[in-house]
């Protein structure tokens, strides 16, 4: 898509007409005043004769400036269009090598549930707004999906001129086409009028837990984060400006079960990295090492969320991946309790599974009580969403977390926020965040999160 969006000096015209805007400036009396640059196109209107009095008012001239903008995907060569010195008016952005920026935006442009647009000033070949939709597969409401609008900012140069509000209306048309039944956001509070605009509504808040240095695949700071530097649109999704780096997800399953295709353990443990061996001359060797190169993506990523779950294994339950069998457990029964559900089918079911499990982003975990085989007394999610600022940094989002009413005092809650919070810090992401009532407020806070620099959560259903 490249819709030509016409604007001008007083501002980017949101109707697209490409109706130009009269801006008035006063050259002052005095001779040594600059006169308004001969490069401008511009036309007098009554211009006051020239006096040497000083009392004599300002001559006046009006004058028209169109400016050629396009909203687009993102693309590889934005990188050298003022990109990521965009991102730097959101948040901090890092130091990452170019060719990394590569690899992260192929990936991102190969995946269905994330989409980047950019506006780029086509006559200074400039990137000069910028906004993210993520989408998350669900259970609920008939096993829908919800858009996350993310790290929206717009240069400091055309704020409050209606290309924010322009690339908000894009992504929620991109949402909506993708089956979302609604669109989230994070804001800070002086931004919730621009949104309510939008077409959002005030909903809950957001809470953030931010990883210390150090910690297993763990990036971000744990405390003393600063204030967002949000724009127009006040960059949507709860993004942040904790400025450290992190660690990307290991890429070997050394010592760890190794699962054949269909999710059984093989008859042998990996013991070697994923990463080609330099110099191998056997050519038996070789072709092992590239086959164990060759391990899918989600077979790496079982290994690793099973050794993750492994610290929180307690006898009176038994912490694990949603699988396809629970369909016919009182999984959906216990999301009854959260929300509504709807009607899913087997099939819709296990394409879902099947999705997450093929998806290192994606991770469902149950608890199953051991006193009631089958039984599921808690569930949560945690997705893995790529961005471009801190170093190209990930970031969690905790969704759908509820504990069976019948079980509640035991702790699961809270067990079952650590369990998420784990995952996504093996999974490398800097920060984790969540979305709750006020009422839940204190519950988090001794689960270790804070209050967000973005806390207004607002919502546009569809």
């Not at 939709?133 to 717009?154: M, R, T, W, Y």
């Not at 809470?207 to 960059?235: L, N, T, V």
């Not at 959906?332 to 899913?344: E, I, M, P, R, S």
Request: net charge negative; proline share 5%; glycine share 10%.
């Amino acid at each position: 898509q490249n819709n030509n969006i016409m604007a001008t000096a007083g501002g980017v015209n949101a109707g697209g007409d490409g109706t130009s805007t009269t801006v008035a400036t006063a050259a002052a009396a005095n001779p040594a005043s600059p006169s308004p640059s001969p490069s401008l196109s511009s036309s007098s209107s009554n211009p006051a004769p020239a006096t040497s009095n000083n009392t004599t008012p300002a001559q006046v001239e009006e004058f028209e400036l169109t400016l050629a903008l396009a909203l687009r995907p993102l693309a590889s060569s934005d990188f050298e269009l003022n990109f990521t010195e965009l991102l730097a008016q959101l948040s901090d952005v890092g130091t990452v090598p170019a060719d990394f920026l590569q690899v992260r935006l192929s990936t991102i442009l190969a995946d269905p549930l994330q989409r980047m647009v950019v506006v780029e000033d086509v006559k200074l070949q400039r990137i000069v707004a910028s906004g993210t939709l993520v989408i998350e597969p669900k259970f609920i409401h008939s096993a829908g999906q919800a858009g996350h609008l993310e790290d929206l900012v717009v240069d400091h140069g055309l704020r409050g001129k209606g290309l924010g509000s322009r690339i908000v209306d894009v992504l929620k048309r991109y949402a909506r086409d993708a089956g979302c039944y609604k669109v989230i956001l994070d804001c800070a509070e002086r931004n919730v009028p621009f949104y309510q605009k939008c077409g959002f509504k005030r909903k809950e808040c957001c809470m953030a837990c931010y990883f210390a240095i150090g910690q297993k695949g763990g990036g971000g700071g744990g405390g003393g984060e600063k204030p967002d530097r949000d724009s127009e649109g006040g960059g949507g999704g709860g993004s942040d400006d904790q400025s450290k780096t992190h660690q990307e997800p290991a890429e070997s399953s050394e010592g760890a079960d190794v699962r054949d295709a269909d999710g059984s353990l093989s008859a042998r443990s990996s013991t070697s990295s994923l990463l080609p061996v330099e110099g191998h001359e056997d050519a038996a060797a070789a072709a092992a090492v590239a086959a164990e190169s060759a391990v899918e993506p989600w077979r790496r990523h079982l290994v690793c969320l099973a050794d993750t779950l492994a610290p929180f294994q307690k006898e009176d339950a038994v912490i694990r991946p949603l699988a396809t069998t629970d369909y016919s457990s009182n999984f959906f029964k216990l999301l009854g309790q959260l929300t509504d559900v709807g009607t899913v089918s087997e099939t819709v079911f296990r394409q879902r599974i099947e999705a997450a499990e093929a998806d290192p982003r994606q991770h469902i975990v149950v608890f199953e009580d051991t006193a009631t085989p089958g039984h599921i007394v808690a569930t949560g999610a945690v997705f893995i969403e790529q961005k471009f600022i801190h170093s190209a940094g990930l970031a969690g989002h905790i969704e759908d977390v509820v504990v069976d009413t019948t079980q509640r005092g035991r702790g699961l809650g809270r067990r079952i926020i650590q369990v998420l919070k784990a995952i996504a810090r093996d999974a490398g992401c800097y920060k984790v965040i969540l979305d709750c009532s006020h009422t839940n407020v204190p519950f988090y806070q001794k689960c270790g999160f804070t209050l967000s620099h973005s806390p207004v959560t607002m919502a546009h259903y569809f």
